[in-house]
């Protein structure tokens, strides 16, 4: 461990008055970030654009388009999971875990995005894995249109709730 400093550039400031530059929830690193929220936001129109690209694709029969976008809207959706999961809501979580009530809602939410989550992954990954043609469009759109349903509700309930309560945590 005595070689640690040798490693670092001496020109950096140390790790803790770097991380002063930012609130952080208490006992966390992560710090409340003033650009996550457009970048959430930023993901979620881009989620709104795929799918109706998609929807444009597969009226038109193109199904080889509507795999290939179904595949950038996993890796898209997969990053945003990924920055929500750990930027978001570990931020809120830790910055409200004195407050019951608060707390729970967060958890609520928090599962049910897992939970809604997994069920466009499932979508992804089957549709991903099999020939879409002619014959399994239909089914192919009725369950599009549902998952399309639940993002739209994964979408509302971060942007007028839990958006919102992050920002006042600056």
């Known amino acids: ?17 770097r991380s002063s530059a930012r609130p952080q929830a208490p006992g966390a690193r992560i710090g409340h970030d ?6 959430l936001r930023r993901d979620h129109r881009r989620f709104l654009d795929l ?11 193109d199904y080889d388009g509507v795999k290939r976008k179904l595949g950038e809207l996993r890796i898209t959706l997969q990053d ?3 920055l929500a999961s750990t930027r978001l809501y570990v931020y ?14 967060i958890s609520q939410h928090r599962s049910a995005m897992h939970s809604n989550s997994r069920e ?9 894995a ?4 002619d014959q399994s469009a239909t089914m192919f759109q009725a369950e599009f249109l549902a998952i399309g349903t ?11 709730i839990l958006f919102p309560l992050y920002r006042t945590l600056r």
């Open 92 to 105: 809120l979580s830790q910055r409200f875990a004195t407050h019951p009530d608060r707390l729970a809602a």
């Open 51 to 61: 799918f109706a690209h998609i929807q444009g694709l597969l009226n038109s029969a």
């Open 80 to 82: 945003h999971l990924l």
């Open 150 to 160: 639940a993002l739209m509700q994964r979408i509302e309930c971060e942007e007028t």
């Open 130 to 133: 099999i020939r879409l043609d």
């Open 34 to 39: 003033p650009l996550l929220i457009e970048q």
């Open 1 to 17: 461990m005595a070689l640690r400093g040798w490693f670092q550039d001496p020109t950096r400031e140390p790790a803790a008055s």
């Open 120 to 128: 466009i992954m499932d979508f992804l990954r089957t549709y991903s």
